[in-house]
């Protein structure tokens, strides 16, 4: 077989990566005629479709498979670009967009301690995509080539990568000062917690049963909950007095310390391990990402 077109290679991705052709002509600069013709000399070349022509478009098992290896060529590239710069700071203009670095961190991570990991990254010109799920779930994007690496729960490595414990993020539980003084005068027990209604993330997240079963020793809970698909947006309802919610402790230390958040459950705070997952690949910048994550974490997450 003949070596993929590195051009047909990120049309494919960004048909994918933007949801349809249209998009990926604006992304790539390029007529949505273009962008078909490329496509379907790829589909050619390795005899199968590689979408399928739905809203938004999708990969076919055959279509990830050449998006894991274009976002693999894309690392290399920044590899290069990195080194370069080190030896001839004037003979490469940097990344192009559309070579995106994708990873993927849960929103609790990013509202924390993980931006400011990535700010020396940033800084350089490397054109990170940061993609945001729950931490359960954050590793299906790697296993499924979407990013080269993960911030997740998920302990044992998985095929083709590499895994760094990063320690605990702790949860606690909060309401606003009035919500519980008056909803709340014992804070969260086994007797109320069914009256009260929790700031949750999505429907994915489960940190609110598992805290409150952890706290009254019950194997099945069922809660009244709102759904804030934001870490910083839940404690902002919370705060406005929608209800009470688990968050990560370093995320509202200081709304604790200035009274306007209450601990309701002091006896409960839950650990959550997080792990970070990479691809196993010789990789300058994966390094890089790498340890600026482990050193942000080790910061942050021991002191909790």
Known sequence: MQPFDPAALECLAAIVEEGGFDRAAQRLSITQSAVSQRLRALEAQVGTVLVVRSRPVKATAAGQLLLKHTRQM????????????????????????????????????IATWALPALNALARQGLPLEIITDDQDHTHEWLREGQVLGCVTTVKQALRGCKVLPLGAMHYVGVAQAAYARERLPQGLTPHNFRDT???????????????????????????HQLFVPSSEGQVRAVLAGWGASVVPELLVRGLIAQGELVNIAPQAKVPVQLYWHCWNLASAVLDQLTAALAQAAREALTAG
Do not use: C, H, W, Y
């Open 74 to 109: 894309r690392l290399l590239r920044a590899d290069v670009e990195r080194e370069l710069g080190e030896l001839a700071p004037s003979s490469t203009g940097g990344a192009r967009e559309e070579e995106r670095i994708s990873i993927a961190i849960n929103a609790d991570s």
């Open 197 to 223: 209604a929790f700031v949750a993330f999505n429907r994915k997240d489960d940190m609110q049963a598992e805290f409150v079963g952890r706290a009254f020793g019950l194997r099945r809970v069922s809660l």
